[in-house]
Each structure stands twice: as structure tokens, then as C-alpha cells.
């Protein structure tokens, strides 16, 4: 059996994960994909909460930080059908919502029966799952620009979801569907507002703080994070389970 050092306070191993090859996008020195308070992996096999789950039923169950687009990859399945699903669901739940498309941890996903083509044995035609899987993966911009409120956000191919979002000053620079994720898009839009508050004071207050503990157990209950996440909730009303708060109305306690 391969016996693993973990290092307490910077929380990584110290040596490489034998089961690295089962996330090859991310480090193979991290713990719980750098989020060690939300996910768990308990006998270092695989980490729980990272990726959607299919229950008994054939239910997809979200995890923290998953989107549609995540359901889309894996479920196998094409984007539009991902986010038809979970729109649909969303709509059954009756949840008011930024966007329509808005993923909690926790949420249920029904998706339909996939349908797939099969070739004749003299054909090398691909399916047509295969097919328009290629088309969108070649029509696809490498950067997308969005609002939410009238904050600017850019999804970009150049940032993986693992490092999360990252907000330079008045906009938001998202991994791809991050602009979507109920769990960054009530949590980064809350720096911009605290940007446009501080002015300069806000890179030495909540920037370099937010990157310096970023790689800690700890950075989700830090000030400059629990305070952006506060003001969004204030200004919207909007928050996300997995985000910490200060204050929530009575309402949202029950």
C-alpha cells in the first residue's frame, strides 16, 4: 500500500498521489482538489462532492461548485441537453434564481434517455452525439463575455474550474460556465462591489489577502471573503449555500 505524507498547514501531499490519474486536470500534490472545507476524501481513493452523481434512480445529484456545464461533461452529454435538464428542474423546483440555469449543491437533475446512433459495419460514420459534440467543441469562442447586474464577467479556456475565479478590480474573470455557478456568481460580483468601495485600498485589503489564503483550509471563513459574500446577499438577496455569511434574514434562517 502507498503510504502518503500530508503537510497540516499548507494542506497537500507531499508526495504524489498514486490515484493522480483519475483527475489529470488537476496537481497531483493537492488534497480535495485545494478545497479541502467543502470535499472530502476519506481513504484517498476519490474525492466526494467534486462531480455530479447518478443516484439509484438515475437522478444526477449536483456537488459544490458543479454547473451545467459539468453536468454536460459528466453525463456525457451535449451542453444544450445539460442545461434543458436543469432548467427544467429549477422550474419544478420553483426557486428564484439569477439565472435560470443556476446550479446548487444538492440540486436533482433528471436527464432523458440518451439516444445513440450505432454504425452499420460498413460505415466508420460517427454517431450523431459524436458529431455534434465535435461541431460545438470547434464553434465554441475561447472567451465569452457576461453580466450579471451590470457586472462584467469574461469565461475563458485559459482558466481551469479547479483554480476558481478570479476578480482583478471591476470585472470577474471566470473558468468556462463559471458565470453560471451560483457558487462564483454570488461570491465574486460581492469583490467588484467591494472594489468600487475601496478604490485602490482594495488590492493591499482583499486581493492579496484573498490569494494569500487561498490555499488554505481556512479561506472561506477569512473577512474579505465572508464580507463579499455578505454584500451580494445584501444588494440581491442572492447567496449560495456553500458561501459564508455574516447576517441572513430570518426567512433564509428557517
Known sequence: ???????????I?????????????????????????ILVDPDGREIEGLEWKKNKDGVWVAGPGDSAGSLATDANVSQATAEAAVRAANIKRGQPRTSDIMVYKGDEVTLPSQQTTTS???????????????KNSKSEPWFKVTSNYGIIGIETNFTNKD?????PGI??????GGSKDSYYNTHEPGHVIQALL??????????L???GSSLTP???????EKSANQLWYWITGEYDPNNKVYFKSKKEKK
Request: neutral net charge; charged residues 15%; glycine residues 2%.
Open 209 to 211: 489577502p484573498s490569494l
Open 171 to 176: 470585472f470577474i474573470i471566470y473558468p468556462k
Open 218 to 224: 481556512y479561506h472561506d471563513e477569512m473577512p474579505w
Open 13 to 37: 501531499w507531499l508526495s504524489v498521489d498514486p490515484m493522480s490519474d483519475k483527475y489529470p486536470n488537476m496537481s497531483p500534490y493537492n488534497y480535495c482538489a485545494n478545497n479541502p472545507v
Open 198 to 207: 475601496l478604490g485602490p485600498y482594495y488590492y493591499p485589503l482583499i486581493a
Open 120 to 134: 452499420t459495419s460498413t460505415s466508420n460514420k460517427p454517431s450523431t452525439t459524436t458529431e455534434k459534440k465535435q
Open 163 to 167: 483554480w476558481g475565479a478570479i476578480t
Open 1 to 11: 500500500m502507498n503510504r502518503l505524507e500530508f503537510h497540516n498547514n499548507l494542506s
